[in-house]
């Protein structure tokens, strides 16, 4: 959604396969990409980019998986999948993505 970093109740299924995912491969390490869609202020979408990897780190933490083995990073609205200027591709560029840094 706009302007917040509240996980949607939607994400939680496929969360709770990255929980299974990180306890099945303990060596494994991800490193948790935020995103936020290009428009607003550059400063603040930084924020709550971060402020989105932050949620879901603390989700996934609050159901068992290592904390030391979730690293995150922030790009704010630097990083769009489109600069098409619709409310979809907004909607899409309002993000976090998951990379496997180590396994």
């Given at each position: 959604?706009?302007?917040?970093?509240?996980?949607?109740?939607?994400?939680h299924?496929?969360?709770?396969?990255?929980?299974?995912?990180?306890?099945?491969?303990?060596?494994?390490?991800?490193?948790?990409?935020?995103?936020?869609d290009?428009?607003?202020?550059?400063?603040?979408?930084?924020?709550?980019?971060?402020?989105?990897?932050?949620?879901?780190?603390?989700?996934?933490?609050?159901?068992?998986?290592?904390?030391?083995?979730?690293?995150?990073?922030?790009?704010?609205?630097?990083?769009?999948?489109?600069?098409?200027?619709?409310?979809?591709?907004h909607?899409?560029?309002?993000?976090?993505?998951?990379?496997?840094?180590?396994?």
């Amino acid at each position: 959604a706009v302007g917040t970093a509240k996980i949607s109740p939607e994400s939680h299924d496929e969360l709770d396969e990255v929980v299974s995912m990180l306890k099945n491969n303990p060596n494994m390490v991800v490193q948790l990409e935020g995103h936020t869609d290009i428009k607003g202020d550059p400063k603040l979408n930084m924020k709550l980019s971060q402020e989105r990897v932050d949620a879901v780190r603390s989700y996934l933490v609050s159901k068992g998986s290592n904390k030391a083995k979730i690293k995150t990073k922030a790009f704010g609205g630097t990083s769009p999948l489109t600069r098409e200027n619709t409310e979809e591709a907004h909607k899409m560029n309002r993000r976090v993505e998951l990379r496997i840094l180590e396994n």
